[in-house]
Protein backbone atom coordinates (compact mmCIF):
# COMPACT_ATOMS: atom_id res chain seq x y z
CA UNK A 1 0.00 0.00 0.00
CA UNK A 2 0.93 3.40 -0.71
CA UNK A 3 -0.37 6.50 0.48
CA UNK A 4 0.12 10.15 -0.64
CA UNK A 5 -1.81 12.56 2.07
CA UNK A 6 -2.20 16.35 1.25
CA UNK A 7 -2.71 19.08 3.84
CA UNK A 8 -2.66 22.87 3.96
CA UNK A 9 -5.85 23.62 1.63
CA UNK A 10 -8.38 26.40 2.73
CA UNK A 11 -10.11 29.40 2.52
CA UNK A 12 -7.68 32.69 1.35
CA UNK A 13 -8.50 36.24 0.42
CA UNK A 14 -6.96 37.30 -2.95
CA UNK A 15 -3.64 37.99 -2.85
CA UNK A 16 -2.53 35.90 0.07
CA UNK A 17 -0.58 32.47 0.69
CA UNK A 18 -1.37 29.15 1.48
CA UNK A 19 1.35 26.44 2.00
CA UNK A 20 0.43 22.14 0.92
CA UNK A 21 2.38 19.55 1.97
CA UNK A 22 2.06 15.76 0.99
CA UNK A 23 3.68 13.40 2.65
CA UNK A 24 3.65 10.01 0.98
CA UNK A 25 4.04 6.66 2.79
CA UNK A 26 3.70 2.96 2.83
CA UNK A 27 5.86 0.44 1.04
CA UNK A 28 8.42 2.57 -0.87
CA UNK A 29 11.43 1.62 -2.12
CA UNK A 30 12.48 5.18 -3.81
CA UNK A 31 10.91 8.33 -4.84
CA UNK A 32 11.90 9.69 -8.36
CA UNK A 33 9.61 12.73 -9.18
CA UNK A 34 7.03 14.41 -7.24
CA UNK A 35 4.28 17.28 -8.25
CA UNK A 36 1.12 19.32 -7.94
CA UNK A 37 -1.86 18.80 -10.28
CA UNK A 38 -4.99 20.79 -10.10
CA UNK A 39 -8.89 20.55 -11.20
CA UNK A 40 -10.97 23.36 -11.16
CA UNK A 41 -14.85 23.16 -11.57
CA UNK A 42 -15.80 22.40 -15.50
CA UNK A 43 -11.80 22.25 -16.14
CA UNK A 44 -9.62 19.71 -16.78
CA UNK A 45 -6.89 18.80 -14.45
CA UNK A 46 -4.18 20.78 -15.01
CA UNK A 47 -0.19 20.71 -13.89
CA UNK A 48 0.73 23.23 -11.45
CA UNK A 49 4.31 22.06 -10.40
CA UNK A 50 6.49 19.33 -10.25
CA UNK A 51 10.41 18.76 -8.67
CA UNK A 52 12.92 15.90 -9.82
CA UNK A 53 14.89 13.83 -7.41
CA UNK A 54 17.78 16.04 -7.85
CA UNK A 55 15.47 19.07 -7.31
CA UNK A 56 15.00 19.86 -10.84
CA UNK A 57 11.64 22.33 -10.78
CA UNK A 58 8.90 22.73 -14.09
CA UNK A 59 5.90 25.23 -13.47
CA UNK A 60 3.08 25.96 -15.23
CA UNK A 61 2.98 29.32 -16.63
CA UNK A 62 -0.16 30.58 -14.51
CA UNK A 63 2.04 30.10 -11.66
CA UNK A 64 5.34 31.18 -12.49
CA UNK A 65 7.15 33.46 -10.13
CA UNK A 66 4.06 33.36 -7.40
CA UNK A 67 4.54 29.48 -6.54
CA UNK A 68 7.67 27.42 -5.58
CA UNK A 69 7.47 23.45 -4.90
CA UNK A 70 9.90 21.97 -3.18
CA UNK A 71 10.79 18.45 -1.43
CA UNK A 72 11.97 16.81 1.78
CA UNK A 73 13.50 13.43 0.52
CA UNK A 74 14.37 12.24 4.11
CA UNK A 75 11.06 12.84 4.64
CA UNK A 76 9.38 11.56 1.41
CA UNK A 77 7.39 15.27 1.38
CA UNK A 78 6.53 18.12 -1.40
CA UNK A 79 5.49 21.66 -0.67
CA UNK A 80 4.05 23.96 -2.96
CA UNK A 81 3.93 27.48 -1.42
CA UNK A 82 1.42 29.73 -3.11
CA UNK A 83 1.74 33.25 -2.96
CA UNK A 84 0.19 36.33 -4.03
CA UNK A 85 -3.36 33.94 -5.06
CA UNK A 86 -5.89 34.62 -7.45
CA UNK A 87 -9.71 33.88 -7.67
CA UNK A 88 -8.38 31.65 -10.63
CA UNK A 89 -6.57 29.29 -8.50
CA UNK A 90 -9.25 27.86 -6.43
CA UNK A 91 -9.47 24.35 -7.46
CA UNK A 92 -9.32 20.94 -5.85
CA UNK A 93 -4.78 20.18 -5.44
CA UNK A 94 -3.62 16.99 -5.99
CA UNK A 95 -0.41 15.29 -4.73
CA UNK A 96 1.58 13.46 -7.47
CA UNK A 97 4.30 10.67 -7.08
CA UNK A 98 6.55 8.88 -9.16
CA UNK A 99 7.53 5.73 -6.89
CA UNK A 100 9.23 2.33 -6.91
CA UNK A 101 7.47 0.11 -4.41
CA UNK A 102 9.97 -2.61 -4.42
CA UNK A 103 13.71 -3.30 -5.39
CA UNK A 104 12.10 -5.43 -9.09
CA UNK A 105 9.45 -3.17 -9.71
CA UNK A 106 9.53 -0.36 -11.74
CA UNK A 107 7.91 3.33 -11.58
CA UNK A 108 4.14 4.08 -11.24
CA UNK A 109 1.81 7.04 -10.79
CA UNK A 110 0.28 7.57 -7.30
CA UNK A 111 -2.09 10.24 -6.68
CA UNK A 112 -3.62 12.16 -3.43
CA UNK A 113 -7.02 12.23 -2.61
CA UNK A 114 -7.11 16.15 -2.94
CA UNK A 115 -7.12 19.48 -1.02
CA UNK A 116 -9.70 22.20 -1.73
CA UNK A 117 -7.90 25.72 -2.20
CA UNK A 118 -10.44 28.35 -2.25
CA UNK A 119 -10.02 32.05 -2.78
CA UNK A 120 -12.76 34.71 -2.57
CA UNK A 121 -12.86 38.07 -0.91
Known amino acids: QVQLVESGGGLVQPGGSLRLSCAAS????????MGWYRQAPGNQRELVATISSGGVTNYADSVKGRFTISRDNAKNTVYLQMNSLKLEDTAVYYCNAVLRRYWYSTDGNYWGQGTQVTVSS
Open 26 to 33: GNIFSVNA
